[in-house]
């Protein structure tokens, strides 16, 4: 081959290869992706073939930045190795989050986002922020934006917004809440942020740090700062350099403490109560201020236990050996307050009077205690200095139900609980052989079964007197100071009386415990003491409230009284009660430590609600609300009057005592017994009206003063000298006796309204007719429901009319023969009886008289008129009626009302009859219309049969 073809296929082929390398090098879209790559394609069917299209994927990031290099012989970049370039992937490096949310904007001019600036934009980045954690996990959700800031999680290098960065945080959920510590703020669960915690990898919610170093003592190698590790430090607790030893105990000289009774306890230590004082850890003045404040202290959830703690291989290091460890014994209650059982108690003082039978109470409380336990250290001129509380917050409920009997006996109980309790981490450095155990925050407390026994009661004996016996039940665990350790007996004897608008009572009691030991606290049998004062502000006028007070305190009674102040618990209390409705009462308190017996707090608040149970059958004044002023609040009444003096007790200073109506200040409802003020005595005062100067004979008058007839009205002025004015409101200033002020025909003496003339048949009071349907009340058997005269002032049919000294019954008692069974067809004749009885309660006294014929042995018929007459007393009492009001006597055959010799006359002359009067055997009772029988089927039967 000549030189000449050589020459042109050379020149040939390198046109050739010149031609292929241009039609590889073309780039129409000048994207640095060639089109012979992108032809033939439209990734993003826009319409546009990707070899024209700038951006092929529309993912908002040019071509030109995808392709990795600006080199049209290299291939486009495919990061995440999935065989689709770049350019045509949306989601590149495959983390979940779309290239066009990376990018950072929607402007396809802009070069896309590089946010941690390493090279790589976030659209090719796997974690786009150098957090350590991929963006395949912090942007499951790219929109998410954990604290707020505007930065998306996969973005923010601190994604919780806890100020440590997500690269020292990672993925790892340490207090196992379901929250990656990098989003948790918390992370170790202990309720301090991650960026405060001094040891944000351990569950520590104290925060100690006793070199103030900043690490925490849980998870700083050397604790006291003294640049020796805990691990080789004889007192890893107290500075010391020079660790000595000087007894090879290991223990240092530095931290080893008096333990004379190898407890683990320093003996210079102490237990007590709170109290707030001038040292230590103490509330304050802030318990004034909160006294009669309610408030229920939020729970805080308790977190699981902190697993990761063994990860860490700094770890805080106990002593040697030689120091014993510390005991505590937490098998004692520390609570002090209890809620009295019913109603009638001032806040935790029980009172004395047992409520109407059935009359169910129940009540629910909700309280919050300061620091009612603490260490304290003794200092040198025997002031104790507070360490820190072994029972610092404490939260409690608790129910209360009572249910009373036959009105003298109440039985009920008490199930108090802890909802939450807390207190700071104890230990070596508070003068402890060890550190103390978390203290446990909820359990049951003792069940306290009550039976309150009455005794004596106000309206018989001036005030109400019971025995109340109590049981105190185990039920929770023996530590935390929930409850005691075995069963406690604690009878207390009460006492209780209203003055008024004022009620007192007192407590005293004696609580048999099994004994235990806390340091210096001995906790043994004791003896208990609360007396309650209250105040009505409805009876001066004011809101249905009732302000309340008790002090109640203890001391041991294995000891003198008072001799150990640890022992002595005592604590003020007031309170406010609503009286808002008659079965409901809410309340709320507070008290204040006086002396710091254990139990006693710095400062407690409380508050709830009681509730009660009046049902319409038992309570005669359904349709209004009974006044609870202590006087027959177990009625369900509102008692206007208490004394009936005719003065309401809202005027009345002496509601529980009558005015004496002697014509001296009358009308402040209080007896005068001294008119003058001279010292001596009305009834022993010869001029009641004119004061005795000091130094006289005692008579009561001045001595120049002449009263011949006493009265103290000066002769010059007594128009009958020689007859004593009898003082009855009746122009009592002219010296002589009103025989009959009202001139109604009764004599004052004996008249019950002496200034209003009244029917003797009504005492000498007018008769009033409260119903208005025309019947007066004396003789109405329904004074406050309006009915007819046919119906003796009822609605309904009555089987009784009372007459002026006799209930005539309009039906005959029928008993068994020759028995005292009343026979069932009676009942209801027998209800109508004790309905018009309970209706007239000035009906003071009812004879039951029992009768028969001559038929059979007298002294049978007189023994079974007695049966029969008092089974028919004891029928009324079933129905309520008081014993004391009724009488049964038996007169066999001896007062007939017709002749026995007839078949009639014999059953007229069996009988029963209800005579109204005092029972004297002088007055001859009068016949009904129709006695008291055995069925008359039987009545010739012997012995009046």
């Excluded at 935790?348 to 603490?374: C, K, M, N, S």
């Excluded at 009550?450 to 049981?471: C, I, S, W, Y």
Aim: hydrophobic content about 35%; aromatic content about 6%.
């Amino acid at each position: 081959m000549n030189r000449g073809l050589e020459l042109a296929l050379a020149v040939a082929c390198a046109l050739t290869w010149v031609g292929a390398s241009t039609a590889f090098a073309q780039d129409a879209d000048e994207d640095t992706i060639a089109d012979v790559e992108e032809a033939g394609v439209d990734t993003d069917m826009d319409g546009t073939p990707d070899d024209l299209d700038t951006d092929s994927d529309g993912d908002g990031i040019l071509d030109l930045h995808e392709a990795g290099d600006d080199d049209l012989e290299t291939p486009a970049v495919d990061t995440d190795m999935d065989g689709l370039p770049d350019f045509r992937d949306l989601d590149s490096d495959d983390d979940g989050i779309p290239d066009a949310v990376e990018a950072g904007d929607d402007d396809p001019d802009s070069a896309p986002v590089d946010t941690d600036l390493d090279g790589d934009p976030d659209f090719v980045d796997t974690d786009s922020d150098d957090d350590g954690i991929p963006d395949a996990e912090e942007g499951a959700d790219p929109t998410r934006d954990t604290d707020g800031d505007g930065v998306p999680d996969y973005l923010d290098d601190d994604a919780d917004g806890d100020g440590i960065p997500d690269f020292d945080e990672s993925a790892f959920d340490l207090d196992g809440d379901g929250i990656p510590d990098y989003l948790d703020p918390d992370s170790d669960g202990d309720g301090v942020n991650d960026g405060e915690d001094s040891c944000r990898l351990i569950f520590t919610r104290e925060q100690r740090d006793q070199d103030g170093d900043g690490q925490g003592d849980e998870c700083d190698d050397d604790i006291d700062g003294d640049e020796v590790p805990n691990a080789d430090d004889v007192c890893p607790f107290v500075p010391d350099r020079g660790q000595a030893d000087t007894d090879g105990d290991g223990v240092g000289d530095a931290c080893s403490f008096p333990d004379g009774n190898e407890d683990g306890w320093d003996d210079g230590l102490g237990v007590a109560g709170g109290v707030c004082s001038a040292s230590g850890r103490d509330a304050g003045g802030t318990a004034l201020a909160l006294l009669f404040v309610f408030f229920l202290l939020a729970l805080r959830r308790r977190p699981g236990a902190a697993a990761l703690v063994a990860l860490f291989s700094v770890a805080a290091a106990s002593p040697a050996a030689a120091q014993e460890p510390a005991v505590e014994r937490q098998d004692f209650s520390v609570e002090r307050f209890r809620l009295a059982t019913d109603r009638g108690g001032i806040l935790d003082a029980e009172w004395a009077a047992v409520p109407g039978h059935l009359r169910i109470q129940g009540a629910l409380y909700f309280g919050y205690a300061d620091d009612p336990l603490t260490l304290y250290r003794h200092g040198d001129e025997g002031e104790h200095d507070r360490v820190a509380p072994l029972v610092d917050h404490r939260t409690t409920a608790s129910a209360v139900f009572a249910l009373p009997l036959f009105d003298v006996l109440s039985v009920g109980f008490e199930l108090p609980l802890v909802l939450y309790q807390s207190r700071p981490a104890l230990g070596v450095t508070d003068g402890l052989g060890s550190d103390l155990g978390e203290l446990g925050t909820t359990g049951l407390g003792d069940l306290r079964l009550v039976a309150k026994v009455q005794l004596l009661n106000t309206e018989r004996h001036g005030l109400d007197l019971a025995l109340m016996p109590t049981f105190r039940v185990p039920l929770g665990d023996t530590d935390s100071y929930f409850r005691d350790r075995d069963f406690v007996f604690a009878p207390e004897l009460l006492v209780s009386r209203a003055f008024g608008a004022f009620r007192l009572t007192a407590n005293l009691g004696y609580a048999v415990k099994e004994a235990t030991q806390l340091v210096n606290l001995e906790v043994d049998d004791e003896v208990s003491f609360r007396v309650g004062l209250a105040g009505r502000l409805a009876e001066i006028g004011g809101p249905p409230i009732e302000i309340q007070a008790t002090l109640a305190m203890a001391f041991s009674a294995s000891r003198e009284a008072f001799d150990n102040g640890n022992q002595t618990p005592m604590e003020l209390r007031g309170g406010l009660t609503w009286d808002a409705h008659e079965l409901v009462a809410p309340f709320v308190g507070g008290g204040v430590g006086l002396v710091r017996g254990f139990g006693t707090p710095d400062w407690r608040v409380f508050g709830g609600v009681r509730v009660g149970l009046i049902t319409a059958d038992d309570d005669p004044c359904a349709g209004e609300e009974e006044d609870i002023d202590g006087f027959e609040d177990d009625d369900g009444c509102l008692d206007a009057d208490n004394d009936e003096d005719g003065i309401e007790d809202v005027r009345d200073d002496c509601p529980d005592e009558p005015e004496d109506y002697d014509g001296f200040e009358d009308e402040d409802g209080c007896r005068d017994l001294d008119d003058d003020g001279d010292g001596v005595l009305d009834v022993d005062d010869r001029c009641p009206r004119i004061p005795e100067p000091p130094g006289g004979n005692g008579d009561g008058c001045p001595s120049e003063v002449i009263d011949t007839d006493r009265d103290g009205i000066a002769d010059g002025d007594d128009q009958c000298v020689d007859q004593p004015e009898d003082v009855d409101g009746d122009r009592d200033e002219d010296g002589c006796p009103d025989i009959d002020a009202d001139e109604d025909g009764i004599a004052d003496t004996v008249d019950r309204c002496p200034n209003e003339a009244g029917p003797a048949e009504n005492g000498g009071c007018p008769d009033t007719d409260r119903d208005g349907d025309g019947v007066i009340d004396r003789l109405d058997n329904c004074p406050d429901e309006a009915g007819t005269a046919e119906r003796q002032g009822c609605q309904a049919v009555q089987r009784v009319r009372i007459e002026r000294d006799q209930l005539v019954i309009t039906d005959r008692v029928y008993f068994a023969t020759d028995s005292d069974r009343i026979q069932r067809r009676s009942n209801s004749l027998l209800d109508n009886v004790a309905q018009v009885l309970e209706r007239h309660p000035e009906i003071e006294h009812v004879r039951v008289e029992g009768h028969t014929d001559t038929s059979g042995d007298h002294d049978h018929n007189v023994d079974l008129s007695q049966r029969r007459a008092q089974a028919v007393v004891a029928y009324l009492v079933s129905k309520g009626l008081a014993a004391e009001r009724l009488e049964a006597r038996g007169y066999g055959p001896d007062r007939p009302v017709e002749s026995n010799d007839t078949r009639e006359g014999r059953a007229a002359n069996r009988r029963v009859e209800f005579h109204i009067g005092d029972g004297s055997a002088a007055e001859e009772p009068q016949t009904s219309e129709a006695g008291g029988a055995e069925d008359p089927q039987t009545s010739e039967a012997p012995g009046g049969e």
